[in-house]
Nanobody
Framework: QVQLVESGGGLVQAGGSLRLSCAAS????????MGWFRQAPGKEREFVAAISGSGINTYYADSVKGRFTISRENAKNTVYLQMNSLKPNDTAVYYC???????????????WGQGTQVTVSS
């Protein structure tokens, strides 16, 4: 099993920045791809970003490309999401995910965190 715990959410004004963190525990962290999804009120859960186990390959949704950066520190079993130039429509609950391979669909990830709220005010 893999346990994922997110932190770093909060309230920020449009144009501001936040950094989300996700600490993993349980099975060997290095073999897992990690990622972030988000879900806004009344909307389906959507892919945000993902990173390979080595950290070399990263993937982003078009809506966040150029503004968000995903990274990981395998020594700390932690993945990060640096979010810059935040917009009101980035408001959502952000979920950390883990899987054995990188993917962009919800059904490709079998481990999910509880989520952390990000609210961007206009």
């Amino acid at each position: 099993q893999v346990q994922l715990v997110e932190s770093g959410g909060g309230l920020v004004q449009a144009g501001g920045s936040l950094r989300l963190s996700c600490a993993a525990s349980g099975r060997t962290f290095r073999i897992y791809a990690m990622g972030w999804f988000r879900q806004a009120p009344g909307k389906e859960r959507e892919f945000v970003a993902a990173i390979s186990g080595s950290g070399i390959n990263t993937y982003y949704a078009d809506s966040v490309k150029g503004r968000f950066t995903i990274s990981r520190e395998n020594a700390k079993n932690t993945v990060y999401l640096q979010m810059n130039s935040l917009k009101p429509n980035d408001t959502a609950v952000y979920y950390c995910v883990a899987a054995s391979v990188v993917g962009v669909s919800t059904n490709e990830y079998n481990y999910w965190g509880q989520g952390t709220q990000v609210t961007v005010s206009s």
